[in-house]
């Protein structure tokens, strides 16, 4: 678990940020527990779905840029965050990654207030328009979503 933040001008950003990192954490040991079982994922037309590993790198690599695309809109300094690992290796640098993604969340929105994270609401890559306690909550609910995916597939599989 990661060591105290720093102080937040908003509260509501830093609950974000700390419920970040146990979902995302979360996420990660139920992919393990998925690939440990030789989970298959159902097939789709949506390339991120092709495998474990792409979906792996998919939650990995979304998780830096929900930070980079609210750095971008609120003119704050670029996160630094590298490129996710590729498929072939994700797997095992996925630990290694999630650390590194995950201690470039913990100051970027310090300074952030309230009347920022809710006005106004900027576009997304995807075309969705989002305020950035919006996008906060977004990147909470992905892994979440994705975590719950898995433990349904899972479930259905043992049954």
């Known amino acids: 678990m990661m060591k105290q933040l720093p102080e937040y001008r908003y509260r509501g950003a830093r609950a974000m940020v700390i419920l970040h990192e146990r979902h995302m954490r979360e996420f990660l040991d139920t992919w393990r527990r998925a690939r440990a079982a030789g989970l298959e994922l159902p097939e789709s037309d949506d390339p991120e779905y092709a495998s474990l590993e792409t979906l792996l790198r998919h939650?990995?690599?979304?998780?830096?840029?929900?930070?980079f695309w609210m750095c971008r809109q609120l003119d704050l300094p670029d996160p630094g965050i590298r490129p996710a690992p590729p498929v072939e290796t994700v797997a095992e640098d996925a630990e290694e990654y999630l650390d590194h993604v995950l201690g470039r969340w913990r100051e970027p929105l310090a300074g952030v207030t309230e009347d920022e994270c809710y006005l106004p609401e900027y576009t997304s890559k995807w075309e969705t328009r989002y305020c950035i306690d919006a996008m906060l909550e977004h990147a909470v609910m992905h892994p979440i979503r994705h975590t719950f995916q898995l433990v349904e597939l899972m479930d259905s599989s043992s049954s």
């Not at 939650?59 to 930070?67: D, E, F, H, P, S």
Request: charged content about 10%.
């Open 59 to 67: 939650v990995l690599r979304a998780a830096g840029g929900y930070l």
